[in-house]
């Protein structure tokens, strides 16, 4: 059975089916006559969030459609399941189990009473993260090998990893002589290229996994320990170049990690959305506890706006409606981020993870297939160099693809020129996905059909403050959209099947035996194993 968009809410379905229609209608307007009925469109299509300005005016519907667009979530009672959310329901209905990550940074008081242990996890958790940094940046904490720790390798995958790596690199300013490394996918190339470099003595390897299960963390890490056994001599005991991160301290213990070196993590923390939790450790080593902190605080001033804001002053729902109406009533399939600035090079990436594992599902809360679209593709590139990319296809392929430009301003030293061009491309691709080009007599092959949409968020700059508050506004975007689409947003069962055929195939190849495996997977993994057995006679 097809579950409508919240059929039972006909006040709702009555909304949809206008702005269904309106859809039509906007899909055959240039978008730039909206500039011209519309004089004051620029100030009513904007918002103002902390450390962040968006001009949204550039989306293709009038200004009348998107104040009936901010009728949904009224009448869907949004505010409510927020409410819910803050407030440590189990909202995540198939785990039974709630989505805590803003407790994470409400570190003065809990946001209800029922929170009031759990808050005290997180305020104890802070203190360990703030101790743990401490020991390892002043020399004190040192490696099994009992040398000072110069290079720290986060091991972890997904929000194990995506989170960190991003901020981590956003933030350039180090405050520590630490240097901090990576390792996420199971492959020894990578390992290779991350540990030729090191000097074990001197390295510590955090095992960073909610699970303490992901199969590509567990190989990293037990590649960890033979890269550490390998040097000579090497102590009986590795215990002390290892920090685990987990909600799994068992499974830590089993690998040889003490409970002295072990941060915690919890269930009601989802992977996508810990960034703010002990996983930050990477980010506290490389640039300090008082930038995490700056961090933590910024993504709660985003919550506060999100929790206080009037639905068209809020623009984390916005958001979240702008994509409802350009995927679900335009019919766009996916959506580019663009940030203009180097240090948020890994922001797509971030953000795919965080939009696409949380809303790429097709059963609704109640059980039910939905008989509408959910998330769209989220995918992008650093501007200008995108430019000499995929623009080509956003401004003159057959697909309306919409895109949110990320500006952040004052981004380091300023230098007029190069800072008056960063600033001039951004602007001028979304000029030129609204216009197109409307010369008289273009050739065909050179025309710009413009009404491409775009949403500008230009940030006062990219402080760790303001990149928390960035983070923090696309989460609440994706927990909007998960509530609008009736969907769970914090549960990731696509993700296990893969898992486990991945252990299946991994056993059939050791054993040599493909049976139980489609025509093809058998016939390539035993063309995999002939290939192997080939080279090693050679
Ligand atoms: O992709 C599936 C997933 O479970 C993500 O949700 C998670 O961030 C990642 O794998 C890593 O999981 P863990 O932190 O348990 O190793």
Excluded at 307 to 323: D, E, F, T
Excluded at 357 to 368: H, P, Q, V, Y
Excluded at 477 to 499: P, Y
Aim: glycine share 6%.
């Amino acid at each position: 059975m097809h579950t409508k968009l919240n059929m039972e809410n006909q006040k709702t379905q009555t909304i949809i089916l206008e702005l269904k229609e309106e859809a039509k209608q906007s899909l055959e307007r240039p978008l730039f006559e909206y500039f011209m009925e519309e004089p004051r469109r620029v100030e009513t299509m904007s918002v103002s969030a902390p450390f962040i300005y968006a001009d949204f005016s550039k989306n293709l519907l009038s200004s009348k459609t998107f104040q009936k667009l901010c009728l949904i979530p009224l009448t869907l009672q949004i505010d409510e399941k927020i409410k819910k959310m803050f407030g440590g329901d189990d909202i995540n209905t198939t785990e039974i189990r709630p989505a805590l990550h803003t407790l994470l940074r409400r570190i003065e008081t809990p946001s209800s009473p029922a929170l009031v242990s759990k808050h005290a996890l997180c305020v104890k958790a802070l203190r360990q993260l703030e101790s743990i940094t401490r020991e390892i940046v002043e020399g004190k904490k040192k490696s099994a090998f009992g040398e000072r720790i110069t290079d720290v390798v986060s091991i972890g995958i997904g929000g194990s990893h995506l989170g960190p790596k991003l901020v981590l690199d956003a933030l350039r300013k180090k405050t520590s002589e630490l240097n901090i490394h990576f390792l996420e996918n199971a492959d020894q190339n990578e390992i290779a290229r991350v540990l030729n470099v090191l000097e074990p003595r001197n390295t510590l390897f955090l095992v960073a996994s909610k699970s303490f299960s992901t199969g590509e963390t567990l190989l990293n890490a037990n590649e960890a320990k033979k890269w550490l056994s390998q040097s000579h001599p090497c102590p009986k005991e590795l215990n002390q170049s290892f920090i685990g991160i987990t909600n799994n301290s068992l499974a830590a213990n089993a690998f040889g990690i003490s409970n002295e070196n072990i941060l915690p993590l919890w269930d009601w923390v989802g992977g996508r959305f810990s960034v703010w939790s002990a996983i930050g450790l990477p980010i506290a080593l490389g640039r300090g506890m008082t930038t995490f902190y700056e961090f933590l605080a910024g993504a709660e001033e985003m919550d506060d706006h999100f929790l206080n804001s009037p639905v068209n002053n809020n623009l984390p729902i916005i958001l979240a409606l702008l994509s409802f109406w350009n995927h679900n009533c335009l019919g766009a399939e996916s959506y580019a981020v663009v940030p203009y600035c180097d240090n948020l090079r890994f922001l797509p990436s971030y953000l795919q993870q965080l939009e696409m594992e949380s809303n790429g599902k097709s059963i609704t809360i109640d059980g039910n297939e939905a008989s509408y679209n959910t998330a769209p593709i989220t995918w992008g590139g650093v501007g200008t160099a995108s430019q000499h990319a995929f623009f080509q296809l956003l401004h003159q392929g057959t697909r309306m693809i919409p895109v949110d430009f990320i500006l952040p301003l004052q981004t380091g030293d300023f230098d007029q020129e190069l800072e008056h061009y960063r600033v001039a491309n951004c602007l001028a691709q979304s000029e030129t996905l609204m216009l197109g080009n409307k010369r008289k007599n273009t050739k065909p092959e050179k025309r710009l059909t413009g009404s491409r949409p775009s949403t500008t968020l230009m940030m006062d700059n990219l402080s760790p403050r303001a990149l928390g508050a960035l983070l923090s506004l696309y989460e609440h975007k994706t927990e909007t959209l998960g509530f609008l689409w009736n969907i769970n947003s914090f549960d990731q069962w696509g993700v296990e099947n893969g898992k486990n055929a991945a252990t299946r195939i991994m056993q059939g190849l050791n054993s040599k035996d493909y049976s139980g495996h489609d025509q093809s997977t058998s016939s390539l993994m035993r063309k995999y194993v002939e290939r192997i057995v080939k080279d090693e006679k050679e």
